[in-house]
């Protein structure tokens, strides 16, 4: 199965920006739907967003809707995750996830980055 590291995290001011990026190696990156995820603090995980295998699917939570981007390239075995107009409500931690079908089960994880939101 595919391994996923996911970089770019980091300290960002209310309203910048900000590019995750998940690495993945060990198969075939194109056979997996991919999404972000994220916990806040003392918070559980959230769904963020996902993209298909080919990448002409993308769906996304209410609450970052209009301001993250989902993205892929598979000749690159990476997915990204743009983040504009960011809030304080945005801090968490960050994790790319992986699965055989986009919206169904993504069961191989990153070890997640923290993305800090200053106010």
């Known amino acids: 199965q595919v391994q996923l590291v996911e970089s770019g995290g980091g300290l960002v001011q209310a309203g910048g920006s900000l590019t995750l990026s998940c690495a993945a190696s060990?198969?075939?990156?194109?056979?997996?739907?991919m999404a972000w995820y994220r916990q806040p603090p003392g918070k559980d995980r959230e769904f963020v967003a996902t993209?298909?295998?080919?990448?002409?699917?993308?769906y996304y939570a209410s609450s970052v809707k209009g301001r993250f981007t989902i993205s892929r390239d598979n000749a690159k075995n990476t997915a990204y995750l743009q983040m504009n107009t960011q809030k304080s409500e945005d801090t968490a931690v960050y994790y790319c996830?992986?699965?055989?079908?986009?919206?169904?089960?993504?069961?191989?994880w990153g070890q997640g980055t923290q993305v800090t939101v200053s106010s």
């Open positions: 996830a992986a699965g055989t079908k986009v919206l169904e089960v993504y069961n191989i």
């Open positions: 060990g198969n075939t990156f194109s056979n997996y739907a």
């Open positions: 993209i298909s295998r080919s990448g002409d699917f993308t």
